[in-house]
């Protein structure tokens, strides 16, 4: 084939090498000034474009205007960034007219599109709670010849996570007709649907990124993955979940820890679904990649998997793909040049290559990738974190009425998470937790992160025979005064409907009497194949460890418990410790007291650098055995139960005594005979 030539190509192509030669600099750069490098070894000169990897992202400052590169001899190379073709955004309408018709084992939908524009997707909406349903999509130009876009798909809402997106492959149509097949199942209403209309959309062209999975924990009803994605500022553009699980659907979330009002909290950036799911006569379909689209602005993301009342779902490997960040420069020579990060005062260059970014936006991309980090040896390089404070004000432990020791398995940044021993003594707002290490407070972070863990209790009948058609249970808690907000419980009995009442037994504090105190009130019903778990939200925490759930079963047979799990709030203390204590002397080991009603929360310079605190490399600490460390556990705190009506009753009976003798007294003496 003849090649074609373009004067006008050309002639830019001519201005931006000239541009290159002109623009190239023959200051010396002080290198001195960063802190860190990376070697990217070029063997021909010319026009290169590379993708920077997460590394020299994270090391960067956040604008990369830090980011410099020098050639062989030392040199400031110029260079511009470059990214993809904007995108003409898509258009989202509803449909000129909405149909629904029902036959006996389908449901036809009918749009009237009213556009001549290609369309993307077609959402449906429908107010069913929980379907699972194969469908037929067909278009149309005339309402005559229709031509199947899809056959077979499925559309869902299971478990937290749905899909109701139908692909129309960017077709025209005066007319869409989805078909969805109800042979088997109940039909399903459908209110609506909306067009999404066809835009402009650039190659998206992504690149994997070295991420791992360096944590996972399992709490109530959700799973939580820390991925560690090589290095901050990373512009993400899908994670895909790898799993061998056959069927499943899952709403997954991701999130990053960052400050508000002083206070670390997690921020969603993204939600997606992921599922392998099969309806009646189809085979199965799956979706593990979640298309995301934001810059994560730290390197650990936090992903929850929402697994509702199913088990934790198997994941075998998470891969992430990036939008890669294009750095364009030209290369006078062969030779080993330099990427500088880490200046956080320079300002951003300013080359006049800038102007050209458009126009190299369509250089082919280099294989070249720079090389792992080092130390820059004419920076002084100091730790992260360095200045942190590891010791606050002097403290005295006597007001405090437990102590447990913290065991650190390296040092560093730590994270503690409390215990059900810390969560039931300490003040509901953890205003009196102190971290304390040879008589100094150590300075900390609490964090109340949006996590809940759950636990199994005992459950016993506690029937009153005076009562024969109520039945009642005794419920366990592993310690009083617990921050318990939900009860869930499960039955195997197969049919049944009933009004819950979770209540406890405490004593009045003015009448010395045992009353009763009400948590929470549900309903309940089990039908055949529709067996769903009770979740009990409570109005308060129970102040005691017993707590009784109780239904009138009217003329019914009673039904059967199984198990009983109570879901608590999550809480971690983040601080700083300079090295591990396992092997020092006690004096020297890091101590947390609690149980003091009268403490104020006390305020910590570490504030100040919060946010370095939360985005850093964090290390596990835990907590040892409970320590009484006063023998008056009542101190500070309002007396209450049997003991308090006791002594109210005596305390009174005192004072009408004591008013008796003081009337006796004034009264006037009977006259002598």
């Known amino acids: 084939m003849k090649n074609l030539h373009h004067p006008s190509r050309d002639l830019v192509a001519a201005v931006m090498a000239a541009l290159f030669v002109l623009c190239a600099s023959a200051r010396a750069l002080e290198e001195v000034a960063w802190k ?109 010849r229709w031509e199947t876009v899809a056959n077979g798909t499925a559309i869902f809402r299971q478990f937290g996570a749905e899909q109701l997106r139908l692909d129309l492959q960017r077709k025209s149509a005066a007319q869409v007709r989805i078909t969805v097949n109800d042979a088997g199942t109940r039909p399903v209403a459908f209110s609506g649907a909306v067009l999404q209309l066809a835009g402009s959309t650039p190659p998206d062209v992504t690149v994997p990124i070295s991420a791992r999975v360096v944590r996972r924990d399992e709490f109530a009803g959700e799973s939580v993955l820390t991925l560690d994605l090589g290095g901050a500022n990373v512009p993400l553009a899908s994670i895909e979940f790898e799993t061998t699980e056959p069927l499943f659907a899952r709403a997954v979330r991701f999130s990053v820890r960052e400050l508000a009002e002083e206070s670390p909290v997690e921020r969603t950036l993204a939600s997606g679904q992921i599922w392998r799911v099969a309806a009646e006569g189809m085979p199965a379909t799956a979706q593990g990649e979640v298309p995301v689209h934001f810059t994560a602005p730290s390197r650990e993301l936090f992903i929850h998997v929402a697994n509702g009342d199913s088990p934790p779902l198997s994941i075998d490997r998470v891969v992430a793909r990036q ?102 003594h300490a003040q509901a707002g953890f205003s009196d937790l102190r971290l304390s290490r040879a008589g100094a407070q150590v300075p900390y972070l609490l964090e109340r992160p949006a996590l809940q863990r759950s636990t199994a209790l005992g459950i016993s009948p506690a029937g009153d025979p005076k009562r024969p058609h109520v039945s009642r249970w005794q419920i366990k808690l592993p310690r009083a005064a617990l921050p318990i907000t939900r009860l869930s419980l499960a039955s195997p009995t197969a049919l049944f409907q009933r009004q819950f009442r979770l209540f406890e037994r405490v004593t009045d504090e003015r009448r010395g009497e045992t009353v009763e105190r009400a948590l929470a009130w549900a309903s309940w019903s089990h039908a055949p194949g529709e067996a769903r778990p009770l979740a009990l939200n409570l109005s308060s925490p129970p102040a005691t460890d017993v707590v009784y759930l109780e239904t009138d079963d009217g003329d019914n047979p009673p039904i059967v418990l199984s198990s009983v799990q109570a879901s608590y709030p999550v809480a971690r203390l983040l601080f700083k410790s300079d090295a591990a204590v396992s092997g020092q002397e006690k004096a020297d080991v890091i101590s947390l007291h609690y149980g003091n009603r009268t403490a104020a929360a006390p305020r910590y310079d570490l504030a100040l650098v919060a946010r370095q605190i939360l985005t850093a490399e964090k290390s596990i600490a835990a907590l040892g055995a409970e320590e009484a460390t006063r023998s008056d556990r009542t101190h500070g705190i309002s007396l209450s139960g049997s003991r308090a009506g006791i002594l109210f009753w005596g305390v009174l009976a005192l004072v009408v005594v004591g008013l008796l003798v003081v009337v006796a007294k004034l009264l006037p003496k009977p006259p002598t005979v």
Do not use: M
Not at 40 to 64: Q, Y
Not at 334 to 360: E, F, I, K, M, W
């Open 36 to 144: 860190t490098r990376q070697v990217l070894a070029i063997d021909r000169p010319g026009v290169l474009k590379i993708a920077l990897p997460p590394e020299t992202l994270g090391l960067a400052r956040p604008g990369l205007e830090d980011l410099r590169l020098v050639d062989p001899a030392g040199r400031e190379v110029p260079f511009v960034f470059t990214l993809p073709s904007p995108a003409q955004p898509a258009v989202s309408r509803r449909p000129a007219s909405f149909t629904a018709i029902l036959s006996d084992s389908a449901t036809q939908l009918v749009l009237e599109t009213g556009t001549s524009t290609p369309i993307e997707f077609v959402t449906l909406s429908t107010p069913a709670p929980s379907f699972l349903k194969s469908v037929r999509v067909e278009v149309s130009r005339d309402g005559e």
């Open 323 to 424: 939008h890669p960040v294009w750095l364009v420069f030209r290369a006078a020579e062969a030779g080993s040049y330099s990427v500088l990060t880490g200046n956080a005062q320079v300002p951003a260059p300013r080359y006049d290559l800038a102007t050209l970014a458009t126009a190299l936006r369509d250089t082919p991309p280099s294989p070249l990738v720079p090389g792992p980090v080092q130390p820059n040896p004419g920076y002084k390089s100091t730790e992260a974190l360095a200045d942190t404070p590891l010791q606050g004000a002097a403290f005295d432990p006597a007001p405090w009425a437990f102590r447990k020791p913290v065991r650190l398995a390296a040092g560093g940044v730590q994270q503690l998470e409390l215990d059900l021993d810390v969560l039931a």
